[in-house]
């Protein structure tokens, strides 16, 4: 059979029942792309019903809205927040961080470790000792400042072993 269309489209050589099974094989191809479409759509349409459920177009907006505002809400007390937390912790490193402790006998004949050195220091070791002795006599309490881990004045063992414990150089089970 010869068609005067196939011809002027340089196609009159091919045998009509090729095109024909073409033509079968692309609408069966769009059948398949049509149902799989409608799955999509199906599935959209189940997504979009649970999201809208009990919901209607300015009740959604209003939550929209609401949303949008605790957003900025919450960004501008972030900001707020993050300079209350810079300004913590640079009060934070002038407060006491840093404790040690030595109880000693200051007289070996009075027992039961009365006396005691305690050193408290911030973040960059500097602070004071307070040393008390306790004696038969009664108590007395001395104090020396400490910079920079260090005391001008010259330091008893015991009260050394304190600041070395503030700073963490020794550890705590030695010398109490």
Known sequence: ?????????GLGNIDI?????ALIGVNVLLLLL???SFIQIANFKKKYKKFMQGKDGKSLEDDIVKLYEDNQYIK???????????ELFEKNKK???KIGL????AFKEMGGKLSFAITLLDENNDGFIINSVHSSEGCYSYTKRIINGDSQIALSNEEKV???RAMGEVASSETE
């Open 102 to 105: 030595v109880k000693y006998d």
């Open 162 to 164: 304190a600041v070395e």
């Open 1 to 9: 059979m010869n068609s005067s269309i196939l011809n002027n489209l």
């Open 95 to 97: 407060s006491f961080q």
């Open 76 to 86: 501008e007390h972030v900001d707020t927040n993050s300079e209350l937390i810079k």
């Open 34 to 36: 049509i149902i799989i």
């Open 17 to 21: 029942g090729i095109i024909f099974l």
